[in-house]
């Protein structure tokens, strides 16, 4: 079985300056202490909501520059370029989520559209993503889940808005040819997002895969929910877009299920999530004549996982079903030492305004605190390179 070289750190970090490579260092010194990242993101996004300039210039320069691509899609195509030159594809974000009003639902639609056809026109822009909460308010999403579907007719009708917006972005991708990435979200309302995703894959996935469903592998029940999704896509002769995630809300998911004394819905320990997310890794990969597959880990075992399924089945590296990603600004020792060996590879590039992407940005900078054996990899590596140029 052919084995990665993830600790390779010239590789992983070739398209960094020594400038950029000691930002890094320190951004990711800080993003390492907890208590001080709770307080400054707490502090941070108040103040952005108060719109401090000199606040907005200081995240602009940190965590905005290490994590997005621009605050437009052509302030992002710079940093599209700079991937595709070391054979990285770009997956496109809109930053927006938790809106709640209709006319910021439209213009997320609007956004999400514009980032569909700019994407047309960039061969190194295969997808583009999108969350519900950019296009429903929160609480119809919860109430939706709740009452099983059985919604009054005011509240059918603004459904109805929720899934005519989703199709019209699906609609859009087909006709593009370029696909579209639902993510998935937190517990009280991602049965419902589920619903959709399915609809919209039934839909639009007949001759090839157009949506992308995200399953998070830290809940216990979503490896046999994605096994029941690939007995629907048999049976109903359709194609499933599989992104497999982790997860990301792990604090919340715990707190709410002990306010609302409901069992949580994740995994008690890592090693559980672990076994379901590479159970899964080897389920989508092994049937990849229907499924499309995106590992969207940032845990280099699972990568090597599976690199050697991909061996194990003879597929080329490169098979168009078979891809990984990671968030852009992470993880660069696996992005790019996959890719070095001729895997698809994507990055995940929110773009924004910084007062719309902020909450995004926020979860980075708190997840990277969270997990802290991943952490404490990244900055190992950046270390090491710092190290291999003299520059620590």
């Known amino acids: 079985m052919e084995k990665i070289d993830f600790l390779d750190s010239r590789v992983a970090f070739e398209s960094k300056s020594d400038k950029e490579l000691k930002s890094m260092e320190f951004l990711f010194r800080m993003m390492s202490k907890p208590r001080l990242t709770k307080i400054t993101s707490k502090i941070g996004l ?105 919604l009054n007719a005011e509240e059918s009708e603004e459904f109805q808005r929720v899934i005519d917006r989703v199709d019209s972005i699906c609609k859009k991708a087909k006709e593009t040819d370029v696909c579209v990435m639902i993510d998935a979200e937190e517990s009280p309302f991602q ?29 216990k029940d979503k490896l046999d929910y ?8 048999v049976k109903k002769d359709y194609y499933l877009g599989a992104k497999l995630v982790r997860g990301a809300y792990m604090e919340k998911e715990r707190r709410w299920a002990k306010q609302g004394g409901y069992p949580s819905p994740i995994h008690e320990t890592k090693d559980d999530t672990d076994r379901d997310y590479n159970a899964g890794i080897m389920f989508c990969v092994e049937r990849y ?35 990984f990603c990671q968030l852009y600004g992470m993880s660069d020792f696996i992005t790019f030492n996959l890719a070095n060996e001729g895997y698809n590879l994507t990055k995940y590039v929110p773009y924004g305004p910084i007062d719309e992407v902020i909450p995004y940005l926020i979860r980075r900078a708190q997840e990277n605190t969270a997990v802290s054996g991943e952490m404490n990899r990244e900055y190992g590596m950046i270390v090491k390179e710092m190290k291999r140029r003299k520059l620590w």
Not at 65 to 71: N, V
Not at 192 to 214: F, L, P, S
Request: glycine letters at 4%; charged letters at 25%; proline letters at 2%.
């Open 289 to 323: 004549e229907r499924i499309a597959l995106c590992n969207a880990s940032h845990n280099r075992r699972s990568a090597q996982a599976m690199v050697d399924k991909i061996n194990e089945l003879g597929l080329p590296t490169n098979h168009p079903r078979l891809n």
């Open 191 to 219: 049965d419902t997002i589920d619903r959709i995703c399915e609809m919209m894959m039934e839909r639009y996935n007949t001759e090839n895969v157009v949506v992308y469903h995200t399953f998070q592998l830290y809940r």
């Open 46 to 150: 108040q103040a952005v909501r108060w719109n401090l300039p000199f606040v907005h210039k200081l995240v602009e320069r940190t965590v905005f520059k290490q994590f997005c691509g621009g605050k437009t899609l052509e302030e992002s195509v710079k940093v599209i370029k700079e991937l595709e030159s070391y054979g990285v594809s770009t997956i496109l974000d809109y930053g927006a989520e938790g809106r709640e009003s209709e006319s910021e639902f439209d213009h997320t639609v609007k956004q999400t559209m514009a980032s569909l056809e700019f994407a047309s026109n960039y061969k190194a822009v295969p997808i583009v993503s999108t969350k519900i909460t950019g296009l429903a308010r929160t609480q119809l999403l919860i109430d939706y889940q709740k009452k099983k579907g059985q």
């Open 226 to 233: 994605l096994k029941r999704l690939y007995d629907d896509c």
